[in-house]
């Protein structure tokens, strides 16, 4: 790992937030794509019946 000097914590912490709000986006994204995907699977049987 380089030697960041006085901007280690600034460096540190931006790549900590930058992690997390990725993982937040996937993550909500999943749960997003679930809930359509269990949406279409309900209109999809209801039609087919």
């Given at each position: 790992m380089p030697e960041l000097?006085?901007?280690a914590?600034?460096?540190l912490s931006s790549y900590g937030v930058t992690i997390v709000l990725l993982s937040v986006i996937?993550?909500?994204s999943v749960r997003r794509a679930r809930k359509v995907r269990a949406a279409l699977d309900e209109i999809e049987s209801r039609r087919g019946s």
């Open positions: 000097g006085k901007y914590f600034a460096v996937v993550l909500a």
